[in-house]
């Protein structure tokens, strides 16, 4: 009749076959020592493991193992609990026969007899090196990772220092125009950008959106700036030429990425004003003509900029009337989602736009940024946003800034 605890046996000889079977077969190291920590039992595990045979060990003290990395203060704490009835659970760095080190893991204990003598010491113990060594690499690379992350939230930080200095700080003033201009950034860093064109008797503009966020965007968002630049001061007679022009710079730098965009200018005439426009991909411009209250979008749209070397674009006029506004935004609005996954979409902001009409174009403007909000909800917002609102009220002169 097998005995139920072990300690009950005088010596090893007494343990039941089937014990002794999986004591020898066990894939963790056992060690028995006498009371006064000499070796006594092995089992296979222990010679495969540390190179040491049976032989070798017996009469021995396991301080034959020890590599010298722990101080003593872990062998007095691992004595303190065995001799006082409690079984210590601790990590081991040993030392082989031939010299290499392992990990183990411990877990050591008393047995005492009927009169509660101490007679042995087990110790049962699983050779953890491998786990131990992808634990250290595991944590090597996370600080390397947290290195890194520093060196990239510092960039960022650069980075949307760079964007703010591209973008305009507030909107030109011009007789005739009144101008809202608001940027809500996402966390992360989008590709928007906008720029105001101040010329004799007209008001030129530039909205555009690069795909994608990050370091890329603020990157490719510096080379468009530097292209419009350029091309501006030459390619201003009809938008369309400045999109195709604009295009042909940046096509060969952009890689995968893309631009979206509208350039146009507004200009008097006689009777109102002339709003003369391109666009490339991005979301059409929303008209709001005061004396039916309509919003309207117009529909042709060239291709985004950036993805084809020759693209032609088509340049619109929309003859506006005093009270007339048109809003220039990125898809960070018409694309807000709310907690059910719907969209605002063309139709919603069409909706609030028709609700805010009432206001001046700067509380207008606010409104429309805080209603999107509030159909977001809890949503995070998952883009740049760029809302400009304009007002014609007649009488336009010279721009200035």
């Not at 006064?36 to 222990?46: A, K, T």
């Not at 520093?150 to 011009?174: F, G, N, S, T």
């Not at 007339?324 to 898809?331: A, I, Q």
Request: hydrophobic share 35%; aromatic share 10%; proline share 4%.
């Amino acid at each position: 009749m097998l005995k139920n605890n072990a300690s009950d046996y005088c010596s090893f000889e007494d343990l039941p076959e089937v014990l002794m079977a999986i004591i020898e077969q066990s894939p963790a190291t056992v060690v028995i020592t006498d009371k006064d920590g000499l070796i006594e039992y092995v089992n296979p595990r222990f010679t495969e493991l540390t190179g040491y045979s049976a032989e070798e060990a017996y009469g021995k003290n396991p301080s034959i193992l020890k590599s010298g990395y722990h101080d003593n203060s872990l062998y007095r704490d691992m004595w303190d609990e065995i001799l006082s009835g409690r079984i210590w659970r601790g990590e081991f760095l040993n030392r082989k026969k031939d010299g290499s080190l392992y990990w183990e893991q411990a877990s050591i204990s008393a047995f005492r007899d009927g009169c509660g003598n101490i007679t042995h010491f087990l110790a049962i113990k699983e050779d953890v090196t491998v786990r131990k060594m992808a634990l250290e690499a595991l944590k090597e690379s996370e600080e390397k990772l947290k290195a890194r992350n520093r060196i990239y939230e510092k960039d960022i930080r650069y980075a949307r220092d760079v964007i703010k200095q591209l973008l305009p700080q507030k909107p030109p003033v011009m007789p005739g125009l009144r101008i809202s201009y608001r940027y809500i950034p996402q966390e992360s860093i989008g590709g928007d950008l906008l720029a105001f064109m101040p010329e004799e008797g007209r008001l030129g503009f530039f909205i555009g959106d690069v795909t994608g966020h990050g370091l890329s965007a603020a990157l490719f968002l510096a080379m468009v700036k530097s292209a419009i630049g350029r091309i501006f001061p030459e390619k201003r007679v009809t938008p369309s030429e400045f999109l195709k022009s604009l295009n042909g710079d940046v096509s060969f730098g952009m890689g995968p990425y893309f631009l979206t965009a509208i350039y146009g200018y507004i200009e008097p005439e006689a009777d109102g004003a002339d709003l003369v426009f391109a666009r490339g991909g991005h979301c059409p411009m929303a008209v709001h003509y005061r004396d039916t209250g309509n919003v309207e979008y117009e529909a042709p749209s060239g291709r985004p900029l950036g993805l084809f070397d020759n693209v032609s674009f088509e340049t619109r006029k929309i003859r506006l009337k005093p009270g007339d506004r048109f809003y220039l935004y990125t898809d960070g609005i018409n694309e807000t989602v709310n907690n059910c996954g719907k969209e605002l979409g063309y139709d919603g902001l069409s909706e609030i736009i028709k609700d805010t009409s009432y206001l001046d174009i700067d509380t207008a403007v606010d409104r429309i940024i805080e209603r999107a909000g509030a159909f977001r909800n809890k949503n995070d917002q998952n883009d740049d946003i760029i809302l400009i609102g304009f007002e014609f009220t007649g009488n336009m002169s010279d721009v200035s800034v």
